[in-house]
């Protein structure tokens, strides 16, 4: 091989050692070397939670009455009556002793017609003498003046203020409509009750009506 041969040989050689070269440094430039590393990061991650919440609730209890046909309308008035709000007939008794309630109505039922007829001849002398003021002007009543009296008498009409069913005392509660000098009043008595028989009554209030 001459000279000029290996000249061109090794020119060739040189340039396929760059080309090499060169396409190796261009492939390191292009896709260099990926390092994949592995971390660990804590995420606060929020959890629903379900919580019981305890509801307070009404039940109804049907409570069974002995009832027979004597005292059937004497319980169903008293419950009309009252617009089926009776539960001061009951509070107090245990299961066995419902049927006290027909007793409880019935004692009721006699101390508010007691009641009634306390008022109608003690009013006039119950409100004698007695001053009430309305607005400015003060009024004097006078039982040989007081006119038109009309004692609410309905069983409705009346209130049972307090009861005590045990030592039959109550307080009973009864209107009273009346006029002195053309002018239109209402009162409201108090019939005490003690032992299941008048005790006192009292003068509660007086006012003005239409």
């Known amino acids: 091989?001459?000279?000029?041969?290996?000249?061109?040989?090794?020119?060739?050689?040189?340039?396929?050692?760059?080309?090499?070269a060169g396409a190796g440094i261009a492939n390191t430039m292009i896709e260099p070397e990926t390092v994949i590393q592995t971390m660990i990061q804590e995420k606060l991650v929020e959890v629903p939670?379900?919580?019981?919440?305890?509801?307070?609730?009404e039940t109804i209890v049907e409570v069974p009455v002995e009832v027979d046909n004597m005292n059937l309308e004497l319980v169903l008035n008293h419950i009309y009556d009252n617009d089926g709000?009776?539960?001061?007939?009951?509070?107090d008794l245990d299961d066995d002793e419902i049927g006290l309630i027909v007793d409880r109505i019935v004692f009721i039922n006699d101390i508010k017609s007691l009641a009634v007829v306390e008022v109608e001849n003690e009013f006039a002398d119950l409100m004698d003498k007695e001053e009430f003021t309305f607005g400015n002007e003060t009024v004097r009543f006078d039982e040989d003046d007081i006119e038109r009296v009309r004692v609410k008498s309905d069983g409705d009409d009346l209130i049972i203020d307090s009861v005590d069913f045990e030592d039959l005392d109550a307080d009973v509660l009864v209107?009273?409509?009346f006029e002195q000098d053309d002018v239109r009043y209402l009162a409201v008595c108090n019939?005490?009750?003690?032992?299941?028989?008048?005790?006192?009554?009292d003068l509660e209030s007086v006012e003005l009506r239409d």
């Open 1 to 20: 091989m001459n000279d000029i041969t290996k000249k061109v040989l090794g020119g060739i050689s040189i340039a396929i050692l760059a080309g090499v």
């Open 49 to 57: 939670v379900e919580t019981l919440i305890e509801v307070p609730f």
């Open 191 to 201: 019939v005490e009750f003690k032992d299941g028989v008048v005790d006192d009554i």
């Open 175 to 177: 209107e009273v409509k």
């Open 85 to 91: 709000n009776i539960e001061y007939l009951t509070d």
